[in-house]
């Protein structure tokens, strides 16, 4: 063996030996079945660090399960669809989508999807996942589109997906309803715009003052004003609730209403409602039933309503109106505010609520928060994020887009009596935009249809993929296993995948799709904040693999941080990381020299008499079969890998291995020698079966030289090690043994004695008559009296050791 550990050499060979059909989920009746939910990633080509502390979790727990006899079943999607694709397709080929057909269209998208898939797959190769890729699945492929057609047929057909004239989340850029999710929130410097709007005042009327002011941000909106309202309580309006003001420049007349939603803190207590400036309007349209006006277009242009304003964008509108109102006297003042602003998640444009004809599938909060509180959450607290969510949304989730690399809404509409016709199940998947049902309009008989344009959401795709792992069977209403065991996933996705996953899993078969929900955290930069192009303070997995190999990665991605927490990158900890495989390597190069033909069922004797040391090795190795047992069980990943490194540094590598040498050289007999042969390969044997998880290239190169047969019987198809017997007489006598060691080198050292210069004599006093001394002798290269520890004690300098006197006598 090598001095130094190279693990390009070693990583590449077990890269190049392993097979895939060691990590093929088995279905076999007797094992008990563990079914992880992996997420599926969407395709950009970049495995990026957070990807990949995500997949290291899973793999952690995947490998260790199946070591546990679980039939563990890890498999790979790809979640194709959706917006950014789209976008990356129309840079790539200086096109917009418009310019060629739709089918041309998906089809480039296809291909760039197909060539970033095989990218991220080779970094999760690299990175050494146990992923079964004989479960692979494409979203994009017709299996998938077939499997997302389905659900919607069946959720349509149970009334759960409806069909509604609906004001919805819009980005004008993108000319597409989005969901709540997709909407994320900015902080953007507006005006707050006092304007007046005048009161009617009727003959014989005590005169007062003639104008209302109202605070806005947003004057583009006057044409859309469909009333006014005030705080029921607020003084200063009780004479206006009841009557109607008149809206500036467009002249039309509003009514006042009473409402107690209405903050009389904020600008002059006055808010106008419009179709639609924000959600609270939806809110107020639909209690107070008011008209609509819509005065903003899908893409983001004023309409005929906005008379005199009608073609410009949202911005020029805003820009015309203030200077029309300023010179007509009708704005009093304006104010510098701070605000947040819904942008796309996309493109980050404003969004707009606007209300058109979408497909939405129903909200039913009540069973969501049931469920999520049927599923363990690890970390508890991110339950009460997605319970949060679920109370916040104001109306359901809008799943139709109009986009084109996405799955099509499978319906068609009779082109004489406009019935909706929906796909059949033996046809899908269907694209009706090119297709015609096979039977006639059940309304009015007409055979002529026109295809829905619209196509799904790419969360109705991923929000099924707790029941495609399962090989769920809309038919015969089961799978392998449901729900199944595991999901893990970021935070970052609580209000999208998980909660989705849930609806669907309830609304599809009445159960919770998983038992267990593991959360994980974000990868921070090495200056402590998010992970971001524009901060530079990125780091690839590959970057990190180039210089200290894959292991290291995984070890840092375990010892990291807490599973849930945000995790720091920092390179001192690969650097720390990459230190502990070298010291690994120096240990197993020293075991290999005494066992490279070592046959334990051969050297039987080593076992029938093991000494005082050797005994406490294997105790303090039993404790840690334990700890990191209890630890994996609690997907602790950062205290397992913490205990085996304090095993294998501290107790095997700077005690036993000091204590045992002599005595493995042979110095002493055979009888000593066995005894240290036997609890080494032991420990190092265990070593690398606790180690598999984590490390999984070293774990096998470590097996492999242990058991001598070059990986003929892999790690991975270990069994996981039962903790035996713990032996606290012997691990109290190893302990004293190894801190008298340690205080006779410090001794030694203090005084400038070399570590290998024999001293007079050490004298012990201590009340063990048997205490094992050898290991004593052969690590200080000194003689040791036992003595009873009141006997009388002669000449030389006494160190305290635990209470032990020890005599050092020059
Ligand atoms: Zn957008
Ligand atoms: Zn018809």
Not at 8 to 24: F, T
Not at 45 to 58: E, K, P, R, S
Not at 145 to 160: E, V
Not at 751 to 780: F, M, Q, R, W
Request: glycine share 6%; aromatic share 10%; proline share 4%.
């Amino acid at each position: 063996m090598e001095k130094k550990y190279k693990p390009e050499i070693i990583e590449g060979k077990w890269q190049a030996k392993w097979n895939d059909s060691m990590y093929y989920f088995e279905g076999s009746p007797d094992k008990e079945p563990y079914i992880i939910d992996t997420p599926p990633p969407y395709p950009t080509g970049d495995f990026h660090i957070g990807n990949a502390l995500n997949w290291c979790y899973i793999d952690f727990i995947a490998r260790y399960k199946r070591m546990r006899g679980y039939d563990v079943l890890f498999p790979q999607g790809w979640d194709c669809h959706g917006l950014p694709t789209e976008v990356k397709v129309e840079e790539i080929h200086g096109i917009s989508r418009h310019q060629i057909s739709k089918q041309e269209f998906r089809e480039l998208c296809r291909q760039l999807t197909s060539v970033n898939i095989d990218q991220m797959r080779g970094m999760m190769r690299r990175l050494g996942m146990s992923i079964d890729w004989s479960k692979e699945y494409v979203t994009m492929d017709d299996r998938y589109k077939r499997y997302t057609q389905l659900s919607f047929l069946r959720m349509y057909h149970g009334g759960l997906i409806y069909q509604a004239e609906h004001p919805v989340n819009w980005c004008p850029r993108c000319e597409t309803a989005i969901a709540f999710a997709e909407v994320e929130y900015e902080d953007r410097d507006a005006y707050l715009n006092y304007i007046l709007f005048r009161k009617i005042v009727v003959g014989g009327e005590k005169k007062e003052a003639e104008y209302v002011e109202i605070a806005t941000t947003r004057p583009e909106l006057l044409a859309s004003c469909v009333a006014v309202a005030v705080h029921p309580d607020d003084e200063r309006y009780k004479s206006i609730v009841g009557k109607e003001l008149v809206v500036p420049i467009f002249e039309h007349r509003v009514k006042v209403y009473g409402d107690e939603s209405v903050d009389p803190e904020f600008g002059t207590g006055v808010v106008m409602i419009c179709t639609f400036g924000d959600r609270q309007d939806v809110k107020w349209w639909k209690l107070h039933n008011l008209p609509l006006k819509a005065s903003i277009d899908q893409r983001g242009r004023m309409t005929e309503i906005a008379k005199g304003y009608e073609g410009l964008s949202v911005e020029e509108c805003k820009k015309k109106i203030i200077e029309d109102l300023d010179a007509n006297g009708l704005l009093k003042r304006r104010e510098r505010i701070k605000q947040k602003v819904g942008v796309c998640w996309r493109c980050k444009t404003p969004i707009e609520i606007i209300s058109t004809k979408q497909w939405f599938v129903r909200v039913r909060k009540d069973e969501i928060i049931k469920a999520a509180r049927e599923i363990k959450w690890y970390p508890e607290h991110f339950r009460i994020r997605l319970e949060n969510w679920v109370e916040s949304m104001e109306w359901d989730w809008c799943i139709s887009r109009q986009r084109i690399f996405s799955v099509p809404i499978p319906v068609w509409y009779c082109k004489r009596c406009g019935a909706v016709k929906v796909a059949s199940e033996k046809d899908i998947p269907v694209d009706p935009s090119t297709s015609n049902p096979n039977t006639p309009c059940v309304n009015c008989g007409s055979t002529e249809f026109e295809g829905e344009k619209d196509v799904l959401d790419t969360w109705m795709d991923s929000s099924l993929t707790a029941l495609w792992a399962a090989g769920w069977s809309f038919n015969a209403g089961s799978g392998i296993e449901f729900p199944v065991e595991l999901r893990p996933q970021g935070h970052d996705i609580i209000r999208t995948w998980a909660f989705y996953s849930i609806l669907r899993s309830i609304a599809l078969t009445q159960k919770i799709p998983w038992r267990t929900i593991l959360i994980n955290g974000m990868v921070l930069g090495e200056d402590g904040y998010k992970m971001s192009k524009s901060r530079n303070n990125t780091i690839s997995p590959d970057e990190v693999i180039q210089k200290h190999g894959a292991d290291v990665f995984r070890q840092w991605a375990a010892i990291g941080g807490a599973v849930g927490s945000d995790v720091q990158f920092r390179w001192k900890d690969i650097v720390a990381a990459s230190k502990f495989m070298q010291k690994l390597w120096s240990i197993l190069r020293f075991s290999m020299i005494h066992l490279s033909d070592y046959k334990p069922f051969l050297n039987k004797k080593g076992k029938e008499n093991l000494r005082v040391i050797d005994k406490w090795l294997l105790s303090k190795l039993n404790k840690l079969i334990l700890s990191v047992t209890v630890s994996m069980e609690n997907f602790k990943f950062d205290e397992a890998m913490k205990d085996i490194r304090a095993f294998a540094w501290n107790v095997l590598a700077d005690n036993y291995i000091e204590l045992a040498k002599s005595r493995l050289y042979g110095r002493g007999g055979e009888r000593g020698k066995e005894s240290a042969k036997y609890a080494l390969y032991k420990t190092i044997k265990t070593l690398s079966v606790l180690l598999a998880p984590f490390i999984p290239f070293y774990a096998e190169e470590m097996h492999s030289c242990i058991t001598g047969k070059e990986g003929e019987r892999s790690v991975h198809k270990e069994k996981w090690p039962e903790p035996v017997t713990i032996d606290s007489e012997a691990e109290q006598e190893g302990d004293l043994i190894a801190d008298i060691v340690r205080a006779v080198r410090n001794y030694k050292s203090k005084h400038g004695i070399p570590l290998n210069a024999p001293l007079g004599k050490i004298e012990l006093h201590v009340d063990i008559e048997s205490l094992d001394t050898e290991d004593i002798e052969n690590a200080t290269a000194t003689k040791v009296e036992l003595c009873k520890s009141m006997s009388e004690i002669s000449e030389g300098e006494i160190l305290d050791v635990d209470g032990t006197k020890v005599v050092i006598i020059r």
